[in-house]
């Protein structure tokens, strides 16, 4: 009896084990983000802390998954004419990596550029946030996709976000300009 109680509990140890091998919430959070790509969506400003004024509420927002790689996507922002913003996601073998790649109109780097978090936790296929810690607080971005309905981004602090900028997949909208910055996707300029 002891025996057979011993088996099944191995049988039950190794398939719940495959399971949890199964999941990947990183994985498959890079899987919805790569869904996306070649297609832009348009977006409202949701919410914004008290006289902030990065982005003016009627802004017209596109959001266009542009570049998708095995391991880096580049998603640029444009704010009505300005293309200066492109959200670039990293993957890495333990991590997610999100930076900013801001851009002046003649193409340079900003002086405020590259800045950016890298994944502290597993998150889950729909959510992930890019935080770095200090002094308690958690402050940085969050990014979520539901699938076929929205793409969300912005900052957080304390699991809360204070930017929140949400784009509606509903309706797929005309790809906008390349960003400032890029007159080839990063992928196609010729090798040395």
Sequence with gaps: MRQRFAALSLVVALIAGRDVAAQNPQRDFWTNLR???NTAAAGTL???PPGDTQIDPTAKLVVHFWECGENELRFPLHVNDNRSRTWVFIRHADKIELRHDHREA???ESANTWYGASTMASGSATRQDFV???NG???GWRV?????????YGTARNGEFRHHL???LTKPVVAPPL???HPVRPSQRPTP
């Excluded at 979520?144 to 969300?152: L, N, Q, T, Y």
Aim: charge should be negative; glycine fraction near 10%; charged fraction near 35%.
């Design 132 to 134: 770095t810690e200090r």
């Design 166 to 168: 949400e784009f509606d």
């Design 144 to 152: 979520e996709i539901e699938p076929g309905k929205r793409f969300a």
């Design 137 to 139: 607080t958690t402050s």
């Design 46 to 48: 949701r919410q914004a």
């Design 179 to 181: 960003p400032w910055g």
């Design 106 to 108: 003649d193409g340079r």
């Design 35 to 37: 869904a996306l790509c």
